[in-house]
């Protein structure tokens, strides 16, 4: 596998509120919510993407269920690592899998058109292994920013 770049980092809030208050409020950060309680910005400089994303919203998009399993450590925060094409996302979980981490949700294409998977690193967090068209240079031309509820 080879990460083309960091394309998203944000924490994982169990009080939105509270991190909304901290994140935009206390440091200034330009998030816009795009969806509701899932603040997102491709305006702070060092990432593509920084967003608050709820437990719930992440709990959903793994697991399919708002709840996250008590059998897995819960998440501080995400961090999306993006490689050059949606065939490579696939490639990446046979890889990772096969090293013996655990593939959370393997391989999928979200509706707004990034190809996402994840899995929790040794430190507890989410780890997006994905390809976002629109984030890649040859791309940025062309693509439109991604709509109200991605992750990146």
């Given at each position: 596998?080879?990460?083309s770049?960091i394309?998203?980092?944000?924490?994982?809030?169990?009080?939105v509120?509270?991190?909304?208050?901290?994140w935009?409020?206390?440091?200034?950060l330009?998030?816009?919510e795009?969806a509701?309680?899932?603040?997102?910005?491709?305006?702070?400089?060092?990432?593509?993407?920084?967003?608050?994303?709820?437990l719930d919203?992440?709990?959903?998009?793994?697991?399919?269920?708002?709840?996250?399993p008590a059998?897995?450590?819960?998440?501080?925060?995400?961090?999306?690592?993006?490689?050059?094409?949606?065939a490579?996302?696939?490639?990446?979980?046979?890889?990772l899998?096969?090293?013996?981490?655990?593939?959370?949700?393997?391989?999928?294409?979200?509706?707004?058109?990034?190809?996402?998977?994840r899995?929790?690193?040794?430190?507890g967090?989410?780890?997006?292994?994905?390809?976002?068209?629109?984030?890649?240079?040859?791309?940025a031309d062309?693509?439109e920013a991604?709509?109200?509820?991605?992750d990146?």
């Amino acid at each position: 596998m080879q990460v083309s770049f960091i394309a998203g980092f944000g924490p994982i809030a169990r009080s939105v509120d509270d991190s909304h208050r901290f994140w935009v409020g206390a440091l200034g950060l330009p998030l816009t919510e795009l969806a509701p309680s899932y603040f997102h910005s491709e305006q702070v400089a060092g990432a593509k993407a920084f967003a608050i994303w709820s437990l719930d919203q992440a709990a959903e998009s793994v697991f399919g269920t708002s709840t996250w399993p008590a059998e897995h450590p819960v998440p501080q925060a995400w961090l999306e690592l993006d490689v050059a094409t949606p065939a490579e996302v696939a490639e990446a979980v046979v890889e990772l899998g096969s090293a013996g981490y655990q593939v959370l949700r393997g391989a999928a294409e979200e509706p707004w058109g990034q190809t996402t998977s994840r899995l929790l690193s040794p430190e507890g967090l989410l780890v997006g292994v994905s390809h976002t068209p629109w984030m890649h240079a040859d791309a940025a031309d062309s693509e439109e920013a991604p709509p109200a509820g991605s992750d990146s």
